[in-house]
């Protein structure tokens, strides 16, 4: 921040809103947006070159990768993909169609981050699909930041890519973490070396815009956080399983319970056979 003069700053964020507005543009687009707007004093470290992949399958939680897609694609210079098995349009759990950019076959091999998203019976599939958790494993061992969010953990548990690291996931499957050889931490994100794990569906905004700091600077992330006007002050306290009534906690533990027995099995097989590939 110090390195740029006040009168000028105006000027920048201004193109840099746009910037962050559009995602992460094209060079040709940047270069038509800052025209009118003078960024030649902004910091060098406003501006980057990641490669950033978000994996999405059938049945996927949107949010869970919508949320980090609108954080992470803030950072300037940065070019992201939207990755499936193949290029064929993906509906989520609530029937949102996304295509994707890239299949696994031309995905990048060298992701800064790799983008994990949850869900529910979409991610028990998943964890069943041997070609997803070979990509995953593959771009897991190459990335500087292996991220998830919600259930998304148990994907990279599944691809063995948790084992020894301390991680969350959604409140419901936490206590699976084990069966993968992680430790269950407490956090609203969980960060150990490389490793950056969300709790539930919202949590991944968190997670990516502390992301987005680390990456840029302070400065930069509250910029992004300001255009994205994200303040949250949710009309109901129940995002907690701690804080949530008894009877709605208990209505939604019962409503996971097939989940959460399905997911130890499959995730104890997948896990195991993710050691042979």
Not at 19 to 36: F, I, M, P, S, W
Not at 159 to 172: E, K, N, P, V
Request: charged share 20%; net charge neutral; aromatic share 8%.
């Amino acid at each position: 921040m110090n390195t740029l003069d006040r009168r000028r700053f105006g000027e920048a964020l201004a193109a840099f809103a746009a910037l962050v507005a559009g995602g992460a543009l094209e060079a040709r687009a940047a270069q038509k947006v800052t025209a009118d707007h003078d960024m030649s004093n902004m910091p060098a470290s406003w501006s980057g070159n990641e490669k950033i992949g978000f994996l999405i399958y059938p049945e996927f939680t949107a949010l869970d990768m919508i949320g980090p897609h609108y954080m992470l694609t803030g950072l300037m210079g940065a070019t992201a993909f939207v990755i499936a098995k193949s290029k064929t349009p993906v509906v989520s759990d609530t029937g949102l169609t996304l295509t994707p950019d890239a299949s696994f076959d031309d995905a990048p091999l060298d992701l800064d981050i790799l983008c994990v998203p949850g869900g529910a019976s979409g991610t028990l599939a998943a964890m069943q699909d041997e070609a997803t958790l070979r990509f995953l494993k593959s771009r897991g061992a190459r990335a500087k930041y292996v991220t998830s969010v919600c259930t998304g953990s148990l994907l990279l548990g599944a691809a063995g890519l948790l084992d020894g690291y301390r991680a969350t996931s959604h409140w419901s499957a936490k206590s699976l973490l084990p069966i993968f050889g992680a430790t269950p931490t407490p956090g609203r994100f969980v960060r150990d070396r490389n490793r950056i794990t969300a709790e539930g569906v919202t949590a991944g905004l968190d997670f990516a815009l502390a992301l987005v700091g680390e990456l840029r600077d302070r400065t930069y992330a509250e910029s992004v956080q300001l255009i994205a006007q994200y303040a949250p002050e949710p009309p109901f306290d129940a995002g907690q399983p701690e804080r949530a009534p008894a009877a709605v906690r208990t209505m939604m533990e019962e409503m996971f319970a097939g989940f959460r027995a399905s997911a130890d099995r499959l995730g104890r097989e997948a896990f195991a056979k993710s050691k042979s590939f």
